[in-house]
């Protein structure tokens, strides 16, 4: 009992430093390491001297709050070969406390104990403690772990126990959040039996424009009658759902345009990477053929930046064959122009709105290609 209690002392002295000594960042939250360990026995001495040999395994389940402390949940299960294979298996709690930084450092030696309970009848309850380390292996995922410690069992038994495995590192995956639409204030139609609708698809996002006839702008024009004689006044809230593909493909529009390269092709990577089955296939395809043309012809200095530029502009096609860029830009590089086409045009959408105007200049674009005129043209999403 008195080793026991100085096991503990240390390790609450060892602890307390540790966990006042916490980085100003945190850990990858969980790990997950499987030992394979061997023991033999010292108490009783009778039975430690018919019986050296022992082998087992160890699943360790670990929350890491900080670089320098963990807790989790353990597995044990170790056989005695005494002529009758006896097994002894442990559920338990396990402490470690860290004397460097937990995967920082290359080394990372530790202290630790636990309890366990016992699953075998007559076995009874296990308390445990040692030292060990862990080791970098492929960082910051993947160590090697090596301890030696200690195990008292109540039945009498105690055993030394030499523990190596694998061990990884991982926190959950994080779920971005989808950005929502504010609508405008309500507005109140006034009562009439028909009504002329035109909207805009170019920033469907804005709010509508009610007049004394209801007057919203749409990509098509629509007349719709109503066969009703008198509508009571009410007061209607639209509520729109903002695609994010749209959102990022925009963002890179306007990215693009100020020359801001690197983050344009953030921007029109976000917007592919966005699994929205009811967003336009032509922000798909539209951001994918941006790519490519600033690979093509703001990043020439890039190593392979023509390829990349190739690989862009075929997602494109393969989304919409009809998009104009890509099929003009891919020609050119492979070589052949596009039946019916010159190369002094790129076709690259414009941004509309019913309040503001946003035309992206493309002329830029072909800064370093002189020989390649660039104009801005119009090209309206595919219903």
Known sequence: MKTIRLVFVLLAVFGSQSLWATSDTTPSLFSLTY???????????NYAQTTT????????????????????????????????????????????????PNGKN?????IYGG???????????QLKAGLGSRIQLFPPIMFLDFS???NWIDSGLQYLNFRGGLSLSFDLPKVEPVPTAIPTAA???SVTPTATVISTMADIFLGP????????????????????????????TPVF???RVKIYYIAGMKAFEARRNLVAITDFKKAISVNDPKAKYYYYAESNAMLGVIYQFRLTSMAGHNKLAIKYYKRALKIDPRTKSAKKFLAMLQGAKPSGEKHSSLETPTLISTTTSVVVDQKAVMSQQPAVKISPAVSTPAN
């Open 148 to 150: 030696a410690g200690s």
């Open 35 to 45: 030992y394979e360990l061997y023991g033999t026995p010292v108490e009783p001495l």
């Open 106 to 110: 290359p080394f990372s030696p530790y």
């Open 241 to 243: 759902d903002v695609s």
């Open 187 to 189: 507005k109140t139609p």
């Open 115 to 125: 309890v366990g309970l016992g699953l075998n009848t007559g076995t009874g309850n």
């Open 209 to 236: 424009t009610v007049t004394a006839t209801p007057t919203i702008t749409l990509t098509s024009i629509e007349t719709i009658t109503s066969t009703s004689t008198a509508i009571p006044a009410s007061t209607q």
């Open 53 to 100: 040999d022992a082998l087992g395994f160890d699943i360790l389940a670990e929350y890491n709050p900080s670089y320098y402390a963990s807790i989790g949940l353990n597995f044990e299960k170790t056989s005695f070969y005494d002529g009758y294979n006896t097994t002894v298996s442990f559920w338990g709690l396990e402490t470690r406390f860290f004397g460097a």
